[in-house]
């Protein structure tokens, strides 16, 4: 076992941290492949969270908010219709609310959303270019991580909490104030239906195609949360990750940085993922949190 760095919280200094901190991510794996669903990233974890745990506990105490996400997403399924009724599903008044603030005309029909008109003209280039954020944003969650690591343990606890508050905040949200996505509605009209399946929705459906995987349809197919459209958390990670990485990062590099989260707000709207409403709630409670956290995470003197 690694020596305990004394730079790390109390709570990670105690003996028994590597023990419980990562039981969760050898128990729960356990129990969803005896039910038979076999998945690799289950098996990565059973092995690679522990090894990190009992070898790399500063590593492990920087990335543990991150891992805690992903077992808190996978275990949504217990708790995917808890405070659900089709009466209090928001799907048409929101789409309402949409077109009263971001309307646009589609034809010569009435006033539709913005997504009405892009469902209208699909593009496959558009498709593709939008699919890079949706399909890249866990790992770029990661490399930040592992890049703050390397520079400012600080900043990376920081940043790692909030991506996990951020996460417990959307979850809760999405019990609290249920609302469907576009592509439900332009699926299924009006009509509430908690049965429905997940979806990645037609435009990552084409990229599917046009890669020969199902790699979008595997991924969002799986999804625990099909009445989560509010917030937008695709837009929120990019977004803390460009905030938390900045005051390391080159001049050309922050252009990226700022780039691929300009990208992923307009892949959410262009996708049919979220409306409009939904993204800017979620650049809402990412701005709300980064500003809490910042306060329960003082830098030490000299920090950027």
Known sequence: MSPVDPALPAFARARLFPWLASAPFVLWPSYVLSQGEVRWEMITAMVLVPALAFTRRKLFTGLFPLALVAFLYDTMRFVKNVGL???????????????????????????????????????????ALCAI????????????????????????????????????????????????????????????????????????????????????RGFYGRSNDIFGAVPSLHVAYPALVAVETWPYLSVPKRVVAVAYAALMCVAAVYLDHHWVIDVLVGLGYTAALMWLLRRLFRPPPGSP
């Open 133 to 216: 954020p949706y399909g890249t944003y866990i790992y770029v969650v990661i490399g930040a991580a592992v890049f703050l690591y390397g520079r400012d343990f600080h900043r990376l606890q920081r940043f790692a909490w909030t991506f996990l508050l951020l996460n417990i905040a959307g979850f809760l949200t999405y019990h609290l104030y249920p609302a469907a996505p576009p592509w439900y509605f332009h699926a299924h009209g009006c009509v509430v239906d908690l049965a429905a399946r997940a979806s990645a929705g037609p435009n990552l459906a084409r990229v599917d195609a046009l890669m020969g995987v199902e790699y979008f």
């Open 85 to 127: 009724t089709p009466e209090r599903v928001h799907l048409c008044d929101l789409r309402e609310a949409e077109i009263a603030l971001f309307g646009v005309a589609v034809g010569d029909g009435p006033m539709g959303t913005l997504h009405d008109a892009i469902q209208a003209r699909p593009s496959l280039a558009l498709d």
